[in-house]
């Protein structure tokens, strides 16, 4: 059954051979020296793409700066040394190449006043609290990525695998949050990275082995052969943890924000004209954003509405229409 879905998803007739893979994911094979060049060269200048879409926020600067990142190329030929048994350099290249990004988001980040709001930019926000979906989307991602290296006739969906994969925008989001000294948003955003990075790895391994690439070093190699596949399935336990402990808080917050949301309409119900917007949720306060022509109902008894229908300790600030900020203080407090 296995080797029918091979044949159809992988036709012998449309493989690429090792040599032609090799050449194309491992710098250091053929020419090294304009491989390296063309590597660097627009892994910098993605960067630089890539973090003024981010310090803009500018989905389609970002975009522009995903489909010219040449990062996957040595993140897939770790993938094919592993299957092959083979030290192929990719790693450290793939080291030096996150410094790289990270360094030109935090040098980029001095742009920023100092009192900026990092989670008000959709382009830091969507990056820096990585869920499950994330890792699933980064999985069938680096299937399709892999699948396309390995076939002949169809390369052309690759621009469209490097704007589905995030790696260079999470680590610029990294740098930008390093450089304004917000380490916990810089984490969130490596978490993303490393998920990603994990996810194509064993794509690439799974699809790879499958074509036989690894077969004869697997024979000659023998039991540690396999230590390559439970390391990285260790490696993917550590981070679906997180990334779905990072999930479930997420449906939680949702579900807060809904019902504190509900307190407020009940809040302002009496105020003429009164309503509220929208609540949101930024660094583990909630805000509420309301629209009023007249004063607002003393605080406090929103406070007070809150007590039982989201947890005790959760800070809570009012955002008015017209300027005013509002910190109401902590449920339960």
């Keep these: 059954m296995i080797s ?10 449309q493989r690429r051979s090792l040599d032609e893979l090799t050449q194309d994911l491992i710098l250091s094979c053929g020419d090294t020296a304009s491989k390296r060049s063309a590597f660097w060269t627009m892994l910098t200048l993605s960067s630089v793409i890539a973090a003024g879409g981010v310090l803009t926020d500018s989905t389609a600067t970002v975009i522009g700066a995903m489909i010219i ?3 996957s190329t040595p993140i897939m030929g770790i993938a094919l040394g592993s299957v092959q048994r083979h030290r192929t350099g ?8 996150c410094l790289l990004v990270i360094a030109v988001g935090m040098v980029m980040s001095v742009v920023l006043p100092s009192d900026y709001d990092l989670l008000s930019n959709s382009q830091i926000s969507s990056r820096t609290s990585p869920g499950l979906m994330d890792l699933v989307a980064a999985l069938a991602t680096g299937l399709a990525g892999a699948v396309a290296l390995a076939r002949r006739d169809v390369a052309a969906v690759l621009p469209g695998v490097a704007i589905a994969i995030s790696l260079v925008p999470p680590l610029v989001v990294a740098g930008v949050c390093l450089g304004k000294l917000s ?15 994990f996810a194509l790895v064993f794509a690439g391994m799974v699809v790879f082995a499958s074509l036989g690439y690894g077969t004869e070093a697997d024979k000659a190699a023998g039991r540690p ?11 993917f336990v550590v981070v679906l943890v997180p990334l779905t402990a990072n999930t479930v808080a997420t449906l939680l917050l949702n579900v807060w924000t809904g019902r504190t949301k509900d307190v407020a309409q009940q809040w302002l119900a009496d105020e003429p004209g009164a309503s509220v917007t929208r609540v949101d949720a930024r660094s583990r306060t909630l805000y509420v954003h309301v629209r009023t ?9 929103l406070l007070d509405r809150l007590e039982g229908r989201i947890p005790d300790g959760i800070p809570v600030v009012v955002d008015a229409s017209r300027g005013r900020r509002i910190d109401a203080g902590k449920v339960g407090g």
């Design 4 to 13: 029918k879905v091979r044949a159809h998803v992988l036709p012998v007739s």
């Design 69 to 71: 990142a040449p990062l």
């Design 90 to 97: 990719s790693a450290l290249v793939v080291l030096l190449a």
């Design 183 to 197: 380490g916990w948003l810089a984490l969130g955003a490596l978490a993303l990275f490393v998920s990603n990075l």
């Design 225 to 235: 052969a396999r230590r390559a596949y439970a390391a990285m399935a260790l490696l």
């Design 293 to 301: 022509p007249g004063a607002l109902p003393p605080v406090r008894s």
